[in-house]
């Protein structure tokens, strides 16, 4: 079994519909991470945890909250959903040594 | 804060040829460096990764990524290509107090027969 899931791999919903995504690790690691990707710009940070009382915004947060539930589960949310919000997201957990482990992702499509 | 670079968008190398993708990452301190790949329709997996010692790093899949301090960069190699390794791959520095990664805007590799 895949050590960092995510659920569902592919959703289309329409503009101010809320969406959750859900990630969870059998990885047993503290830190876990939600990206988006685009084309031509890489990965960038939505939101990071380092615990479960542990939540910080990264570089564009805005839109978009999180839920640390447990130590293995943490979730996106797009509260009302844009097209801007159209991308690839993961979702990462990280040892101590700041090696990410990767799920394969979800796409989501905003109409 | 820490940057980096990727300054290939796509690079296009026939099956058997040697490849190098490069990597220019800013950054104050020494950095914490990786290598990851994205094949299609996948996540990412770690290639290889760099945090003291030898400069040059031995990777999965026959990767290999050589650092240098003087000039900012740890660029990836494979001395020869397989049809398998198109893919996307990108560069990433971290810092162990701050435990979070910026990721290059990665480099799409086609591997031409």
């Known amino acids: 079994d895949a050590d960092v899931t995510q659920t569902p791999r592919n959703r289309i919903t329409k503009t101010g519909k809320r969406i959750m995504l859900e990630c969870s690790q059998t990885?047993?690691?503290?830190?876990m991470y939600w990206y988006r990707q685009d084309p031509g710009l890489g990965l960038r940070l939505i939101y990071y945890s380092f615990d479960v009382k542990d939540i910080n915004k990264g570089e564009i947060s805005d839109g978009y909250s999180v839920s640390r539930q447990a130590q293995a589960k943490f979730s996106l949310s797009l509260e009302s959903a844009i097209p801007n919000q159209t991308a690839l997201y993961f979702c990462?957990?990280?040892?101590?040594?700041?090696?990410?482990?990767f799920g394969p992702g979800t796409r989501l499509t905003v109409l | 804060a820490q940057s980096v670079t990727q300054p290939d968008i796509h690079i296009t190398v026939s099956e058997g040829a040697s490849l190098e993708l490069r990597c220019n990452y800013s950054?104050?301190?020494?950095?914490?460096l990786f290598w990851y790949v994205q094949s299609p329709g996948q996540g990412l997996q770690l290639l290889l990764k760099y945090f003291s010692g030898d400069t040059l790093v031995q990777g999965i899949k026959g990767f290999e990524a050589e650092f240098k301090r003087s000039q900012s960069s740890f660029n990836l190699r494979k001395p020869s290509v397989h049809w398998s390794d198109a893919a996307e791959y990108f560069c990433?520095?971290?810092?162990?107090?701050?435990?979070?990664?910026?990721f290059g805007a990665g480099t799409t590799v086609t591997v031409r027969a």
């Open positions: 990462a957990t990280s040892d101590l040594l700041d090696t990410q482990y």
């Open positions: 990885k047993g690691h503290d830190r």
């Open positions: 950054y104050g301190a020494t950095p914490y």
């Open positions: 990433a520095v971290g810092d162990l107090g701050d435990y979070k990664l910026s």
